[in-house]
């Protein structure tokens, strides 16, 4: 019981001597342990751009250099900079005792995370995220990543935080894109509008989050089609 005073933990469990902060970069795709901090990604030397671009969204240096990945996936946070990214690179979890898609982690499965694996796929990503000041946390993040076969695009992902409890992929959006060309921004963003069920808050109405999210999410996908793959 609370009874109005801070709470205090029976027992912490220090992860550090776990020897999880390391970045691995194979021909598999890239490994990263689950106390990585978001700026050892930045400072990575192999990590692809995608990811790094990712990392940095995280608001400040600062935050950067105590954050670490799996904090950030059990926090969850709707609004968290790595993990649509992540969903869009169908980066797997490593626990104790088994491997999932991120996905499924975040609906709700838990255990001591041991690291996060990004496979090499070749993939083209597009992402971008939008804050009230550079000082603040996103208000509504994007990520895209897609595979291009001439003008057609073939299994779109697209992860979007700020609209839900917490990040989701918009599976509906991602079939509807899948095996056709683009379409016009316009159309783009009405079917990503209408894809998404944001609530009102202190960051913004629930109309506004939901016109950031549709050409957010726009972008990232028009992005990942004029860039090459870099995945
Ligand atoms: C001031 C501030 C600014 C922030 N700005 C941003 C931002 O700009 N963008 C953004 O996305 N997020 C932001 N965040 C949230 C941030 O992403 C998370 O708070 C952070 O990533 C959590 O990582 P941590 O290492 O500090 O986790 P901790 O706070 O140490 O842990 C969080 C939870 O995860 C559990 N945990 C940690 N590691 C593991 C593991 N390996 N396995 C299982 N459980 C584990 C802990 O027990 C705890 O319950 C901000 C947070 C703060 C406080």
Known sequence: ???????????????AAL????VEISAKGVSIGAGVT???IVEHPDVPGYLRTAALQMVNRNIRNRATVGGHLVVNRSCADLIPTLLAAEARVSLV??????????SGESGLILGVLIPATGRSFGLCNHTRTSA??????????????????????LAVGGVARQVVRLHGVEQALDGRPLPA??????IIAQAVHPIDDHRGSAAFKRHVASVLGGRALLDAVRRPAIG
Not at 97 to 106: N, S
């Open 97 to 106: 005792d088994r491997e999932l898609p991120l996905e499924q982690l975040l």
């Open 19 to 22: 020897g999880l902060d390391t």
């Open 136 to 157: 603040d946390i996103s208000i509504v993040a994007a990520a895209a990543s897609l595979d291009l076969e001439g003008d057609c695009v073939r299994r779109p992902i």
């Open 38 to 40: 978001f700026q050892q």
């Open 185 to 190: 921004q316009g159309e783009l963003e009405s």
């Open 1 to 15: 019981m609370n009874n109005g005073r801070t709470e205090r933990p029976q027992a912490l469990i220090d992860l």
